[in-house]
């Protein structure tokens, strides 16, 4: 994910143009098509220009989704009326395809237009405030300090890790628990055919630049877009019409091709930033930490992207270990490294990573969910495509209403969203700074049936902290091609069932006479071909004798005659139905959940004194490193003892705590530990009875000490809320209160 495997690099410079006019139906649609597929596929520089206001990007992006739904209604057309080829109708559906990518980022440009700029330095101090006092309270540091660290590794400190582990904690209880999922543990180390067979070996990249003299490396989209953002931030003699083109730039930068953004660095005269050399053209670079297995160094393999594959590939054993039954769900935490040309971002982009993911295995013939209705009246913020599209914002939206709307594509899928937004409030998530953003459709892989990521607010802007996925049936499909083990699932029937069954029969006299040494890798690619790809080439070799067919083994198109495969339909009794499970996928990015947490968490508040401001994460008890610390108000013995007894009770009851017996006023003591986010703290000023104080409202109550372990307990464990303390034992008041 988090997390889009892969991001395509499209080629589409006419996202940088004039807007075109929408297609015209049936009768233009042909040429539409091929002006279409001819200004998609060609290699072009992104110009500038002068980009519209606010208003003209609404009219704009308006304008083109209106070309999208004549040319939607064109292709249906066509396919409706029957006498238009094959060829014909292929060029209408890629005009639609590149028309809906226009309009994606037209959507992207008019978001960012309406929010760049706004409360920037605002949020660098949130920042650097919240990162400071991370780093000083050892939530997290560099990794290596001492030998001046390494970009993209993090350490995490005392606080940190039992941060950490609480979340991970409460997402095995929210999830795996809840859900009887079965939890496995696989390597790290991933031999390379995994990863063919996945497709991260040929595209999970970024594109690259390097210093020309140094050899320094930096991610071209991340040297355009800072480019692009100091202009519009420090800039004020910037001309308009320069400002507005820079937008349309970050609003458009992810989809731009090698060629569109060399084209764009040389255009502005963007140089290494620490050597200010010249730059290389951009080019990919793959992400994954290869390495070798063994000490001959002939097993190539590589440290894994993400958990996912080595649920994907024990699927056989899982289904058996679970009987044989549909739908089940395996569930997996561990690390994940990716070799981030340049990370930064602090917790947000690094090279190595914990990542906890779900793959729920279901019955592509029914996504229903028997639990839907346990999430169906959440309501909270969505941003379908539509509304990114036609230039609004996030709205307020019922899940069962998305659902039944097919906004969201079925109940499993939204079950899985009602519950990722469950546990992000949960642990601490600003309801108001999540939203659930659905793909448009040029972030969509082909294959996925929806996508949606749960974006959290920070200083950093939004960031994708857990992506839902539906991605069909391709990850146990491309394994079962890859191995040659059929990662499949079962339904018996009752009864046996008449059904007509696509039958591929290849000749393989005729395909060893024409392709001789490759005949096998041909005919396995036959026997693999869907049967939407299987009654296409029927259709053709029918109609023309012969047809050009890619066989991904080669890595090349061969030409099929009618005589080297028998394609037909047969009626047979089968006792059983043999499908290819589809699989939900929610996946979630641990550390950039907890960064942003922190953000949520942080606030400051005047001392006592109002001389300084103190700072304070309100983390939930669910999470917070220590539940509880204990105080002897003053260096005494009688006191030291009841604070031995407190913390073997807290000890007892499974309570995080720690004694500060220093001596700096009570008041310090209190602001100390709410620097790191502890909610409640027990002041020892009796050998009887004590204060407990609520750190975010300060407010303190008297209870004896036999009955604090359990009071604390019940708070930390969410079976009372400190409204419940406070009505049932007695207000402090006294001289004992925060000095701070």
């Known amino acids: 994910m988090v997390f889009m495997r892969f991001r395509p690099q499209l080629i589409f410079s006419s996202l940088l143009h004039s807007?075109?006019?929408?297609?015209?139906p049936p009768a233009a649609t042909l040429a539409a098509a091929a002006a279409a597929r001819r200004r998609h596929h060609t290699t072009a520089v992104v110009t500038s220009m002068a980009a519209p206001s606010e208003d003209s990007l609404r009219r704009a992006l308006a304008e083109r989704q209106a070309a999208v739904d004549a040319q939607a209604e064109a292709v249906r057309a066509l396919k409706a009326g029957g006498s238009a080829s094959k060829a014909d109708v292929d060029a209408a559906v890629e005009a639609l395809k590149a028309l809906k990518i226009e309009a994606g980022a037209a959507a992207r440009r008019l978001q960012q237009a309406v929010g760049a700029g706004a409360g920037g330095a605002a949020r660098e101090e949130l920042r650097q405030a919240v990162v400071n006092t991370l780093e000083r309270k050892l939530f997290y540091i560099p990794s290596f300090k001492i030998y001046r660290g390494v970009a993209g590794l993090y350490d995490y400190g005392p606080p940190g890790c039992r941060v950490k582990a609480n979340v991970l904690s409460f997402w095995r209880q929210h999830f795996v628990l809840e859900e009887n999922m079965l939890e496995v543990d696989c390597p790290c180390v991933t031999p390379e055919i995994v990863l063919k067979a996945s497709g991260h070996v040929e595209k999970f990249t970024d594109l690259m630049v390097k210093d020309e003299k140094t050899g320094t490396c930096y991610r071209a989209d991340h040297l355009l877009k800072d480019f692009c953002k100091e202009k519009l931030e420090k800039d004020l003699a910037l001309p308009q019409e320069k400002a507005d083109e820079f937008k349309r730039i970050l609003a458009i930068l992810d989809d731009l091709s090698a060629e569109e953004l060399g084209a764009k660095i040389k255009e502005y005269g963007i140089v290494a930033p620490d050597t200010k050399n010249p730059l290389s053209d951009p080019y990919p670079f793959n992400l994954m930490f290869?390495?070798?297995?063994?000490?001959?160094?002939?097993s190539v393999g590589y440290m894994r992207p993400e958990t996912a594959q080595g649920i994907f590939v024990n699927f056989k054993d899982l289904y058996y270990y679970n009987g044989q039954k549909l739908p089940f769900a395996a569930a997996q935490i561990g690390q994940a490294f990716r070799n981030e040309i340049s990370p930064r971002q602090g917790l947000l982009r690094v090279r190595e990573f914990t990542l906890a993911e779900i793959e729920?295995?279901?019955d592509p013939e029914d996504k229903s969910h028997p639990k839907f209705f346990d999430v169906a009246d959440l309501e909270f913020l969505m941003f379908p495509r539509e509304l990114q599209l036609s230039g609004e914002s996030a709205k307020l939206m019922k899940l069962g209403e998305a659902v039944s709307k097919g906004t969201v594509n079925n109940e499993t899928l939204g079950y899985?969203?009602?519950?990722v937004y469950l546990f992000l409030t949960r642990l601490g998530i600003d309801k108001g700074r999540l939203r659930f953003r659905q793909h448009l459709p040029n972030e969509m892989a082909h294959y996925a049936a929806d996508c949606w990521d749960a974006e959290i607010e920070c200083s950093y802007g939004w960031i994708e902290c857990v992506g839902i996925a539906d991605r069909s049936a391709y990850d146990l499909r491309a394994h079962s091609e890859k191995s040659g083990v059929p990662l499949v699932a079962h339904e018996k029937f009752s009864k046996p069932r008449e059904v007509e069954k696509l039958v591929i029969v290849p000749s393989k006299k005729d395909l060893g006479l024409a392709f001789k040494g490759n005949q096998k890798m041909v005919l396995e690619a036959l026997e693999a071909m869907s049967e939407k790809e299987a009654?296409?080439?029927?259709?053709?070799?029918?109609?023309?004798?012969?047809?050009?067919?890619?066989?991904?083994?080669?890595?090349?198109?061969?030409?099929?005659?009618?005589?080297?495969v028998s394609i037909s339909m047969e009626k047979k009794l089968e006792h059983q139905r043999v499908f290819t499970p589809s699989v939900v996928e929610p996946s979630f990015g641990i550390g950039r959940i907890i960064y942003c947490l922190f953000e949520h968490s942080f606030y400051t508040r005047p001392s006592k004194s109002e001389e300084e401001q103190l700072n304070v994460f309100r983390f939930p008890p669910l999470v917070a490193p220590i539940k509880c610390t204990v105080f002897p108000l003053v260096k005494n013995q009688e006191f030291d003892d009841a604070a031995k007894v407190i913390a073997k009770a807290l000890t007892t009851a499974g309570i995080s705590h720690i004694i500060d017996t220093t001596a700096i006023s009570i008041g310090r003591r209190y602001a100390r530990t709410d620097e790191i986010g502890v909610p409640f703290a027990v002041t020892v000023d009796s050998a009887t009875n004590v204060t407990i104080r609520e750190r975010d409202s300060k407010e303190q109550v008297r209870v004896d000490i036999g009955e604090v372990a359990s009071v604390v307990k019940q708070l930390t464990e969410g079976q009372s809320t400190w409204a419940d303390v406070s009505a049932k034992y007695p207000a402090h008041v006294?001289?004992?209160g925060d000095q701070e």
């Open 535 to 564: 009654l296409e080439m029927k259709a053709a070799l029918e109609s023309k004798g012969e047809t050009n067919f890619k066989v991904c083994t080669l890595g090349k198109d061969v030409v099929i005659t009618k005589k080297m």
């Open 360 to 362: 729920h295995f279901v």
């Open 290 to 298: 290869q390495t070798s297995i063994g000490p001959t160094g002939l």
């Open 19 to 24: 807007i075109p006019k929408p297609r015209t």
């Open 734 to 736: 006294g001289p004992q």
């Open 416 to 419: 899985f969203i009602g519950r």
